[in-house]
């Protein structure tokens, strides 16, 4: 067993996270996670002072063996019995797993949860603040991104920002949720260049209950240069489909094709 990896199962055992530990040695959570994947090695009064925070023998931390010296195994027993009776008695659930695996700079797998703020950062991130390619947590931004609020590629969030968002209120290229802003937002009140739901305001093409745009379809009130008021029947979809092509600009080619399927489905 490695140096690193017997700091990492000691820390592990007495439920510190790697800030935590850092604070202790006067190190950053970065160093810890580089000693613990053998990236670096901690120096001498370091070492000295990891013997002393968990009870152990330097010889025990410096050789590579899985056995305690008998000194160590002596002097383990009671001194972990007195930190954990110290530490537990104020201590908050906590949960952290790092994968050895890295990929970059980063773990494949961080997971960091428990009572209070525990940053997660990897390839998949899990914790109250997440930040990875696939993060999840309260607050989390990443590739794909989920949580409470959330910023990424894809965001599914209370409060979602993203290039897709899904979400309470949504904010993205392509949105959807209760309130919801975007090129093209879809859910009950909605903003944007082609906006569909009850309340729907698209500077193109709005379809909704009721709808405001340069093309407004509505079933109770449509206001813009073309409408359709359907009350409550289908849209003359061919004439709405010929007023699309005719007055959105064809910069705007892949969201027509779009908002005439929209037509159709509304």
């Not at 931390?61 to 954990?84: F, G, H, I, Q, S």
């Not at 879809?186 to 709808?211: E, N, R």
Request: proline share 2%; net charge positive.
């Amino acid at each position: 067993m490695t140096l690193g990896e017997k700091i990492f199962r000691l820390r592990t055992e007495q439920g510190f996270s790697q800030e935590t530990f850092g604070e202790k040695l006067g190190v950053s959570r970065q160093s810890v996670s580089k000693w613990e994947t053998d990236q670096s090695v901690p120096e001498l009064d370091k070492i000295v002072a990891i013997s002393q925070i968990f009870g152990v023998s330097t010889d025990y931390l410096l050789k590579e063996t899985e056995e305690m010296d008998r000194a160590a195994a002596e002097t383990y027993p009671r001194a972990e019995t007195v930190r954990r009776g110290e530490y537990r008695a104020g201590r908050r659930p906590h949960y952290e797993y790092k994968s050895k695996k890295m990929i970059g700079n980063l773990p494949l797998v961080h997971i960091n949860l428990g009572a209070g703020i525990h940053r997660a950062k990897g390839v998949i991130a899990i914790g109250t603040v997440a930040q990875g390619w696939l993060a999840i947590g309260l607050a989390s931004m990443g590739g794909c991104s989920i949580g409470l609020v959330s910023l990424g590629l894809l965001s599914l969030a209370n409060l979602a920002f993203g290039l897709i968002a899904l979400g309470t209120v949504s904010v993205g290229v392509i949105s959807m949720g209760a309130i919801s802003f975007g090129i093209f937002s879809l859910g009950a009140v909605v903003f944007g260049q082609f906006a569909f739901g009850a309340s729907a305001h698209g500077a193109q093409v709005a379809i909704g209950d009721v709808a405001s745009g340069k093309i407004a379809l509505g079933y109770s009130r449509a206001t813009g240069v073309y409408t359709q008021i359907s009350n409550r029947q289908p849209f003359d979809y061919e004439s709405a489909c010929r007023m699309i092509d005719e007055h959105v600009s064809s910069n705007w080619l892949f969201f027509k094709t779009w908002a005439k399927g929209m037509v159709k489905w509304f």
